[in-house]
């Protein structure tokens, strides 16, 4: 997963099978757990909650199960995930960013350490790569089957609303970046203008990136962030690696 291809990760969790795609209610449920225990379980005073299940909704998440995870972790205060985030690097210096939500940091530090050793990669210290990203608000607007977007009202509705740029990723899908403070209001101008929203998130986008040439880095990168995401702890990873 990286900033500049979410939106393709996003399509390609919603072809996910039944098994793959419980480990993505599992990592949602997590995020919802640290956000209900910050907040409260009410999502109209909740913001962060209320993003999630946004998210939830995006990725197909029923709304039974979103239903039931809120209950579960609002009525459950044993129920406690620490945010661990780790930094280090893939084959031939590629810089990643691996965010965690974990009950046992001990088990989470030594899968993780263990994924960057097996493919071509080290984990390093705190800071030795988050330098090289630059967090932003990032929406993701998409085409769906009620509504076809303009681009230049949409430009003309994100810019007016605070956003700092759009980008078109592909026919009828864009990229809203927005400074992170501000994320929520253009994301609800967005909304109220009509605009049909995938997701709002705040991302850490590289600001240079890698690219590989060596067939076997470019298998080793791929194992090392499929590794990843597989793992139930990792939340999110970030990486410079230009594989577009």
């Known amino acids: ?7 393709n990760n996003i399509k390609h969790k919603k072809e996910k099978t039944d098994a793959q795609r419980a480990k993505v209610f599992t990592k949602i449920g997590k995020e919802m757990a640290i956000a209900i225990r910050a907040g409260g379980p009410d999502p109209n005073v909740n913001g962060k909650l209320r993003d999630l299940i946004s998210k939830a909704k995006s990725l197909n998440v029923p709304n039974d199960n979103i239903e039931r995870i809120i209950k ?3 009525a459950n205060d044993d129920l406690v995930y620490e945010e661990i985030t780790y930094e280090g690097y893939g084959p031939s210096g590629v ?3 691996v965010e965690t939500a974990t009950d046992n940091r001990n088990r989470t530090a030594g899968n993780v350490r263990s994924y960057f050793s097996k493919f071509h990669g080290n984990m390093g210290q705190s800071g030795c790569v988050s330098f090289m990203f630059e967090e932003k608000g990032v929406i993701y607007v998409a085409d769906d089957e009620d509504t076809e977007i303009d681009e230049d009202a949409l430009m003309d509705a994100a ?19 927005t400074e992170p403070a501000d994320l929520e209001a253009v994301r609800d101008a967005l909304k109220d203008a009509g605009f049909p929203i995938q997701s709002a998130e705040l991302e850490k986008v590289p600001s240079s990136y890698t690219a590989l040439t060596d067939e ?11 590794k990843l995401e597989d793992d139930d702890d990792v939340q999110n990873v970030w990486h410079n690696w230009e594989n577009n």
């Open 95 to 97: 810089a990643v960013i």
């Open 1 to 7: 997963m990286s900033g500049h291809s979410k939106w």
């Open 72 to 74: 579960k972790f609002s």
């Open 159 to 177: 810019l007016e609303a605070g956003a700092s740029d759009v980008l078109s990723e592909e026919v009828g899908c864009f990229e809203v970046y």
């Open 216 to 226: 076997e880095d470019i298998k080793m990168m791929e194992l090392l962030l499929e």
